[in-house]
């Protein structure tokens, strides 16, 4: 049987929408014609969903897993009903449905480019969790969609950091297209894995004439984006203190503000800090799911600001190639992004 | 005393933070030196929040009244928390601190381009409300900032009829820089006042060799756009429905989908019809302040689509002026939204 090219056949509450809005979600096999089933190992979840699961199990973890669990089993995906966030996953190609396309074989280690949030799963069990990165080790089965982009896991990485930098490899693509040679540009929360990511490419995309600004909450994570020496100025400071950012921006860019603001920050309230500090005509680019869309539109709007604000599209053609490059160009990045992503938890038997 | 250009000493709830996103203002006088003081006349509620006014007062014409009292009171501001939008204003310039700029004389009539969710507020009284177009008759005062942009309301138009536009007028200044010639056009809630500005402007801009598609939900306003001649293709519909309105463009388009697609929906989940129906390389706008940022930018990932997602900036040089030339040189629209927004309890005493 053919199931609708975008997944709307797995909708059950209700019925007949896309699997990103339906409440629910039908894991129930045998796959239709145009599905792919995967042999799940693990689940990358969202940052700002994790942040929030986390705080809502108190740092219990056993507590955290069996929300976890609920929250799968209840929606049929992993779709946080507070942040409205989800993650991606890593697999095995187990069986293709009769017309899915040749693309894959069976056995082939893939990643999923598409949310969890609108991707059918079924979790027996959850083998292990690593609560700094969100990452979890589970058994069970997810359901892809023909329209679903998929990545083949690269042989020369370790998975837990190709999940990873899958997990975000929207944010440089998209960063790659917005930034002109010449271009000031201003990264906040460049210190996490779509920060660095995008604040290195930031600075290939402005070159030696452009000018790249850092700004990073955590101490630890600001001593890293200078080590990496992929910005000209890294400070540490709180994005949701708008007032302050600017003040710092003006003084940095002779109050000129920046052509393009990439906002990677996890936490809410940090809109502001993008509008105020973009030049009228510039960019003020939204990577982070904790933006609210009202406090980003009525803000410009309030400050009187003619400027693009756009929201952070995780999908950009190109974009799982690009990323994976950045990182191989950049072996000390390559480095720390192993050192938080790859845990002995993960994948022992495989070598990088 | 000097105040902060934005605003900021306004905010008492929490301190040091923009107004926008204080939970409460200060309204209290004398006036800061860069400040400007308002006989407000009447207020324009944001369609999205008055909707939900509305429904929590059950219909309850004095309970609704109470609770924007209540509203207003406990903020300082007229920001729905529901919602998270306001609207905006317009009055008499009743007093100009010290260091102001001489922009205005006292007396002018004036209606202020920013969002009321972040202008300090004080009313004493609701004189009148029109429950249709959520035009609110006060006596009371609002404070403006340095940077808060305004509009001397124009003597060839009516003050309802003004207010309304200059509420709305980001919208079709931004379709007026989006859309080029020859482009395919489909604005989503094509009927209501934005709906309607973003229609004709994307008709001027798209020109001859360009196609419109108007989707709008309430019959009587299908008439409207289809009388009005502003779109080639005007249809009833539900824009939460996406897949029926992708299937809708699919057949209009040949399949080739719409470079723009404007959205002017004031109700939730319609992130996905924008986005099924914007071609690869396409932008979708979303002007409705019910949109969903996490919707919008898992949406587009969800389905593969590499497109722009841009939130809808309410401000933008020259908005003003191009929104009233534009009902101007459209005598037919201009008299829809007279007989929408014009009702007579309001400025008998003005004639157009």
Redesign the interface.
Known sequence: MQG?P?G?HRSIEPQ??????AWKLDTRLPLYDNELLIDVEALNVDSASFKQLKEEAQGDESQLKQNVMNLIQTRGKLHNPV????GMLIGKVQERGASYPHRWDIGDRVAS???L??TPLHIDEIVDMNLRTGQIHVRGYAILFE???LAKLPSDLLDPLSLALLDVC?APAQVERLVQTGDTVLVLGAGGKSGLLSTYQAQKSAGRTGKVLALEYDSAQVETVQKLGIADTVWQGDARD??QVYEKVVDETAERLADVVINCVNVD?TE?SSI?CTK?GGTAY?FS?A???????????????????????????GHAELTLELIREHPQMKQVLLETYAPSAFNRETTD
Chains 1, 2 share one sequence.
């Open positions: 609708h975008f709307s007949n929408v896309l699997p990103q809005p942040t409205g966030s989800g480019l598409v949310s949030t609108l329209s679903s982009p929207g708008s007032l309230q502001m105020l009228d939204f799911m933006t609210s869309f009202t406090a980003a539109a009525l803000g410009a709007e309030g400050v009187g600001k003619d400027i693009k604000l756009m929201m952070g599209n995780g999908y950009a053609s």
